[in-house]
């Protein structure tokens, strides 16, 4: 064989491993779910469909979910392999809190439209803010507290640093890609692969707002010592609920006391609802 052809196939293999890696994190990174299964009505509850634009002209998709007297919006991201159909039940106990929710879908998840990236899903997070503020007629500053889930913490942290929020909730979150894939791979370089990099541990410094962190300590997907690693890093005011279950299947399901820590949260950085405080909820299985 040839020294050309040996360089021809070295290359060829170099090319054929790049587009290999670039799908590989691509396809563990963001694993879109199109297939909607319910919608808020299925809980009974009033709500608005929303179309919606983010800054590069993606058109997104969302649920506005109010409640009577609300002095506050929650807005939520979710997590991977999934869209917000999936959350309807969770948007339910939330809105059940005595606050308004949006739920929205990232790109290239439930309706919203184009493939998702980093870069992107914070810009539709900026967009689904702008949403919330309209509400809020001329106030700058409108009183949001923002939950991120697993990926949707790290698209959540970034949008503290983006948005004026009064607080922030991350539920199973963690602390990067880098540091997430060095533990699910740790035989492979994932630091050359990486174009992804989700690095919440490097911006949570710089959040100031209050934040109420939470982990379960049973989730295998991202271990417990992840989300406390981030968790340390944070600036005070913050507080921290261990939670019981496998990721995606903890939350107050399994510990009831994290529901009253989220509505003291909520009611702490955003008021009562000017009707009262609502009987606890719990739709979710």
């Known amino acids: 064989m040839s020294a050309n052809m040996l360089i021809a196939l070295s290359a060829l293999a170099a090319a054929g491993f790049i587009v290999w890696s670039r799908w590989f994190e691509w396809s563990h990174a963001f694993r879109p779910s199109r297939t909607m299964s319910g919608t808020p009505a299925d809980r009974g509850l009033e709500y608005d469909e929303v179309d919606f634009v983010a800054e590069d002209g993606c058109r997104l998709h969302g649920w506005w979910i109010p409640y009577p007297g609300a002095a506050g919006t929650l807005l939520y991201c979710h997590g991977n392999a999934q869209n ?9 106990d939330l809105q059940g809190q005595g606050v308004n929710v949006f739920i929205f879908d990232y ?76 533990r699910w791979y740790p035989r492979l370089p994932v630091g050359r692969l990486l174009r992804y990099r989700f690095d919440s ?9 209050p934040k109420l962190f939470s982990h379960s300590i049973d989730d295998k997907l991202i271990p417990f010592d992840l989300g406390m690693m981030l968790y340390r890093a944070a600036p005070e005011p913050k507080s921290f609920v261990s939670l019981r279950g496998d990721h995606d299947e903890s939350s107050w399901s399994e510990t009831p006391a994290y529901l009253t820590e989220i509505r003291t949260f909520l009611h702490r950085h955003l008021g009562p609802p000017a009707e009262g405080l609502p009987e606890p909820t719990n739709h979710t299985p």
């Open 107 to 182: 790109r290239g998840y439930g309706r919203s439209r184009g493939r998702p990236s980093e870069k992107g899903i914070y810009r539709d997070a900026r967009a689904a803010y702008e949403v919330v503020r309209s509400k809020y007629a001329d106030d700058d500053k409108p009183p949001v507290v923002a939950y991120g889930a697993s990926l949707g913490g790290a698209v959540a942290v970034q949008l503290a640093l983006d948005k004026p929020l009064r607080g922030l909730i991350l539920e199973c979150t963690f602390p990067s890609s880098l540091i997430l894939g060095r």
């Open 201 to 209: 541990l490097a911006k949570i410094g710089s959040v100031s707002i």
């Open 84 to 92: 917000i159909s999936d959350r309807v039940d969770l948007a339910a």
